[in-house]
């Protein structure tokens, strides 16, 4: 592998996937905070289903202006936390550099390329089950696939470039399925399919995606969602087909028990991707003349619950 790679974020997701390149032979360069001496004196550690492994040797950093500029940079910090990108972002890039938005939800693209206008993004959608569970250790439950798409100004299908491309072989010479999508509109959407229901089911009924699939009335809930999603996806302009929601529910009962990442955020008292996975599209299905209700309720409920805690921490300091 000859691109270098920057990783922004080494939690379940970053750290995954960048010890996985690091580990096949990419020089990848992780920028850490709470974790960085930890990680500095020793290494990596991931624990998976695909076999255990330690990175006993990392480039890590906890400032970014000591990091080098990289071809690739992989945007792997919660959406809650892109207020930090215009400081975080450009000392690493030059032109030609990607920048890879491994983050979910719906609408950020076009800020990133607002920051870094010469480089070319793309939107990277994880499909992981993966755990932070303790400094510079990640444990990695199931599935991995990367999908690749090309952000365009004007949201249009923007083709497969030769860098998304070479990227995607990059990750699968490091042992991940990584595939390519020419349109990221419509990628966005479809990932939204699973994660508007089972993020924010998971929080306001406290639950794990396996009982939201095999209590009847729940799944039937997160059926109405899926389908809800897909006809907002419609209305934006992007087809999904119906049978896109029976593979989401079954794929989600061949998974082990897993907590969503906004239920462990929740649990731990951080901010949820509340406006990234649930604003964003009510917002964008609304401007394009379509409704949500199911999405908007959760949307408000899920608001209330993050605002309320915040206030509470203002209360409390």
């Known amino acids: 592998m000859t691109r270098r790679y920057a990783v922004i974020g080494t939690g379940a997701l ?15 360069h992780f920028l850490l905070r709470s974790d960085f001496e930890h990680v500095r004196q020793h290494g990596l550690l991931v624990e998976s289903k695909d076999g255990d492994f330690t990175l006993p040797q990392v480039n890590a950093y906890c400032d970014v202006r000591d990091m080098p500029c990289c071809d690739v940079v992989l945007v792997a910090l919660k959406a809650t936390q892109n207020h930090l990108l215009p400081d975080l972002l450009p000392p690493l890039v030059s032109c030609g550099s990607v920048v890879v938005l491994m983050q979910n939800g719906l609408g950020y693209e076009d800020e990133v390329a607002r920051i870094v206008p010469t480089c070319e993004v793309l939107a990277g959608l994880c499909f992981l089950c993966s755990n932070k569970v303790g400094p510079g250790h990640i444990r990695h439950l199931d599935f991995g696939t990367v999908r690749l798409a090309k952000f365009a100004a004007d949201g249009a299908p923007a083709g497969v470039s030769d860098d998304m491309q070479a990227i995607a072989e990059d ?70 087909r119906d049978d896109f929601v029976e593979k989401m529910i079954d794929m989600t009962l061949a998974m082990p028990a897993y907590q969503a990442s906004m239920k462990i955020d929740y649990d731990l ?28 309720m959760l949307y408000q409920e899920l608001t209330f619950l993050d605002q309320r805690r915040t206030a509470g921490d203002r209360v409390r300091r």
Not at 201 to 229: F, G, K, N
Not at 274 to 293: D, L
Request: aromatic content about 6%; some cysteine; hydrophobic content about 50%.
């Open 171 to 240: 990750f699968v010479q490091a042992g991940i399925r990584a595939d390519t999508s020419d349109d990221l509109l419509r990628a966005r959407w479809q990932k939204l399919v699973w994660n508007v229901p089972m993020s924010g089911l998971s929080v306001v009924l406290d639950a794990d995606t396996r009982a939201l699939v095999t209590e009847p009335h729940t799944r039937a809930l997160a059926e109405a969602i899926m389908r809800e999603v897909v006809a907002g996806a419609r209305t934006c302009g992007r087809v999904i």
């Open 269 to 296: 008292g951080k901010p949820m991707e509340v406006e990234a996975i649930y604003g964003n599209p009510v917002r964008a299905a609304k401007a394009a003349g379509g409704a949500m209700p199911l999405v908007e």
């Open 14 to 28: 970053g750290g995954f996937y960048g010890a996985r390149l690091a580990r096949a032979g990419a020089e990848v």
